[in-house]
């Protein structure tokens, strides 16, 4: 009987553990801030979202004077992204200041593999086909993953 008991009692006390463990892990990525968002084509950097001011600087793509695209009432910026079988094919992000947020809501490629990504608030999003990455940094200017699990 007693092993039974003891055996209770480690179970219950592993759960209470792992429970606690969960909800902390889960607050510390919640009540994280951070400071902004650079949106990166073939490894250059063509917007920054910055959180804190509530402002998004394009930077002109090196290789064509349309992109990137800001639409500061839908907030989003529309970016081109790399050739596909001859075809360029634009990456529409959103990005949300109040939730700092960022996510592909719509790209014209014929995979659309950016678009199932979803919205993320730290974890980088990589958009192979296109070249479209987006990075989140904290205040400091430090990248806040590196895309590493």
Known sequence: MK????????????????ITGFFMFR?????????????????QIVAIVDFNTKKVTPTQQS???????????????????APQDGERYEVVIEYNYENQTMQ???????????FKQGISNSFPINCLP????????????????????
Do not use: M, W
Request: proline content about 2%; hydrophobic content about 35%.
């Open 27 to 43: 607050n510390a990525f919640s009540q994280a801030k951070y400071g902004s968002a650079i949106v990166y084509y073939d490894g």
């Open 130 to 149: 296109n070249r479209v990455e987006i990075i989140f940094k904290d205040a400091s200017g430090n990248t806040i993953h590196d895309g590493t699990i």
């Open 3 to 18: 092993t039974k008991f003891r055996d209770l009692v480690i179970i219950i006390s592993i759960l209470v553990i792992g």
């Open 104 to 114: 592909v809501i719509s790209e014209t490629s014929p995979n659309k593999d950016c």
């Open 63 to 81: 290789d064509t004077t349309l992109y990137p695209q800001l639409d500061e009432e839908n907030n989003t910026i529309t970016v081109l992204g």
